[in-house]
């Protein structure tokens, strides 16, 4: 009998729990990439836990329960449970609507945190290293990028959180890394937070950092190797904010770009803004005059083999030590070679063994043009590195759109694109606001066939945002902002909400089932008894199944490590919510439903308060 009263409503729980990852399945690239094993894993043990519900539990009853069964009410915890319950459900079935009323409040007394709240794409995932990414101005020469690097590096390694410190500046030898010279890499690898300061984190590091390796004409960035690489294969920008300026003429985008970033610099929470020099590129232009050069009998071929053999360099022969071979390129030394002046008077040879110098067949400038190209859409592209600080991105994009829509106005055939982890909170914001009604849809769709009706349906339906209220405080108190992590485990939130109505609606509906059946209801006072009943009656397997799951997630918000940042935010909302869904079920829930069967009474009925 027991079975055959709780079966059903616990399948459907769990077939609702279920359910309500669909939003969780539907993300896409790197966020569903994270998150669907979770929902997979969830899911497939809801599914086994609703089969094995209705199958294997009442069997495993019927042969494993037997002899002397204690009643609940000889349980001290259950005692003290329902002593405490007691007077707050008497305070509910007597005043109703001052409990919905209070429950109401709540509800918009949360839209203060709430607001409060900031937004960005991902939490923080700390990966044990950091990578810093500092740019200067182009043409710089490989003599000055390497002095900038080892002094940078010299005072990164001075860091006694610090084990070892990894540069690169320019590009490696293979086509995947495009970085132009002007750009850095430094790979740093963290000791572990125990061997760090006393009270060092890991914010107050990179601020020390930031301001131990500042020099004038150089932007620092900061991310880690795997999310700034990620980010990079994504966006194309290294830094969380970026924005892409779209136009027909490089000089335009680069004067753009360069007021875009002093405009982003003034808003607060700027670490460093730094915009591309598309066309600040430094060349040395060798124009042939070839009238000249045809006085002494050379032609252009013959001075470009010059020119690549004395300047450029040649491979003269290889070199070969065991299985390792090497070229030997011959130029002419750095010496020689290292200013306009001196490529001047690099010699040319002529006829009849004259040698000519470079500056009298020729003249040698050095003229800024295009250091790259770099087109999005079919469309030429500058891009604005934002790094922040101490803020989320999202209040930080919406004020910065405000002062740079405020402070540049855009030449016809030129458009402006925010980018970076803000592109990607758009585009989960757009897939959720599609999914998740489908979502309410179902679970609706669900709750109507367990229950046959649409008012008890509606009643579980209204607990779900109150369950909320618990989820945005305690994020509004650990100081975390939301996210998809954040929003995963109000997902998560409702489902088990969901379930702990479901579970109250059965025992209500059980006790007024059977009152009406013994011909009880004929007053106010026998429905309020019989709300009580249902509602103290089976006090402890509801708290019972809050405990379980409060208890079950108390390890991730205490654990620490590589992924814990993301973890505690999954569980944060749960929390927080099951201690207000816990509380709001138990109180509201029984107002709600006394209400409604209220209009079910003869009109003559009293109400008897106590």
């Known amino acids: 009998a027991s079975a055959v009263q709780v079966g059903p409503a616990l399948f459907f729980s769990l077939l609702i729990i279920t359910a309500s990852f669909l939003p969780v399945f539907a993300l896409e690239q790197q966020e569903g990439r994270l998150f669907k094993p979770l929902a997979f894993t969830k899911t497939f043990a809801m599914a086994g836990a609703a089969l094995l519900s209705v199958t294997l539990v009442p069997v495993l009853m019927g042969a494993l329960v037997k002899g002397k069964i204690r009643p609940e009410s000889s349980n001290p915890v259950s005692r003290l449970l329902q002593a405490a319950y007691e007077p707050v459900l008497r305070f509910a079935t007597w005043k109703p609507w001052v409990v919905i009323g209070i429950a109401a409040s709540l509800l918009a007394v949360t839209v203060i945190p709430l607001r409060q709240l900031g937004s960005e794409f991902m939490p923080p995932l700390r990966e044990g290293s950091i990578l810093f990414m500092p740019t200067t101005v182009p043409g710089v020469s490989i003599a000055q990028a390497r002095e900038i690097m080892r002094w940078q590096d010299s005072v990164l ?23 132009p010279l002007d750009m850095f890499e430094t790979t740093i690898t963290l000791r572990p937070e125990s061997e760090w300061r006393p009270g060092m984190t890991y914010d107050g590091l990179l601020r020390e950092m930031d301001a131990a390796v500042r020099l004038p004409g150089v932007t620092n960035a900061w991310t880690m190797p795997i999310k700034g690489r990620i980010d990079m294969l994504a966006t194309g920008v290294r830094t969380p904010v970026g924005v892409k300026i779209f136009g027909p003429d490089l000089d335009t985008l680069q004067a753009l770009g360069e007021r875009v970033e002093r405009l982003v610099s003034s808003v607060p929470g700027t670490r460093s803004a730094f915009a591309e020099r598309g066309v600040s590129g430094y060349y040395v232009d060798i124009e042939i005059d070839r009238r000249e050069a045809a006085r002494y009998g050379l032609n252009t071929g013959a001075i470009h083999d010059a020119i690549t053999a004395t300047v450029g360099g040649i491979s003269a022969a290889v070199t070969v030590e065991g299985r390792e071979r090497y070229a030997v390129n011959v130029r002419y030394p750095r010496e020689l070679r290292d200013d306009v002046a001196k490529l001047r008077d690099v010699l040319i040879p002529a006829g009849e063994g004259l040698q000519i110098p470079l500056g009298q067949i020729a003249s040698v400038e050095v003229r800024r043009g295009p250091m790259a190209v770099k087109t999005e859409d079919a469309f030429p592209v500058t891009t604005v590195f934002v790094d922040i600080e101490d803020r989320d991105i999202g209040s930080y994009v919406a004020e910065a759109r405000e002062v740079v829509a405020a402070g540049l106005e855009l030449p016809a055939g030129y458009s402006l694109r925010w980018s970076g982890q803000w592109e ?17 849809a179902i679970i609706f769709l669900l709750l109507f066939l367990n229950f046959r009706g649409v008012t008890e349906s509606l009643l579980v339906m209204l607990s779900v945002p109150f369950a909320l209220i618990g989820g945005v405080w305690y994020l509004w108190l650990a100081g975390y902002n939301t996210s998809v992590a954040v929003w995963v485990g109000f997902i998560a939130l409702a489902g088990v909400a969901a379930e702990t109505g479901v579970v109250m609606l059965l025992y209500l509906d059980e006790a007024f089932a059977d009152r009406k059946a013994r011909g009880e209801l004929t007053r106010e006072s026998q429905l309020v008894a019989a709300v009580r009943e249902g509602a103290l009656g089976r006090l402890r397997p509801k708290v019972m199944t809050v405990a379980t799951i409060i208890l079950g997630l108390m390890p991730i918000l205490w654990g620490h490590g590589t992924g814990s940042e993301v973890m505690r935010r999954i569980a ?39």
């Not at 860091?159 to 070892?164: A, C, I, K, S, Y």
């Not at 914001?429 to 999914?435: I, S």
């Not at 207000?580 to 009925?605: D, G, H, Q």
Request: without cysteine; hydrophobic residues 45%; proline residues 10%.
């Open 157 to 179: 390694a001075s860091f006694p959180e610090v084990e070892t410190v990894l540069g690169k500046a320019g590009r490696a030898e293979t086509a995947t890394d495009p970085a």
């Open 424 to 440: 990607a909170m758009e585009r989960v914001k757009r897939r959720l606001g599609l999914v998740v009604p489908v979502t309410v």
């Open 572 to 610: 944060a909302p749960m929390v927080g919510g099951m201690v207000t869904s816990t509380l709001l079920t138990l109180v509201v829930i029984p107002a709600l439903y006394l209400l409604w069967r209220r209009r079910e009474l003869p009109p003559t009925s009293g109400l008897d308060p106590e």
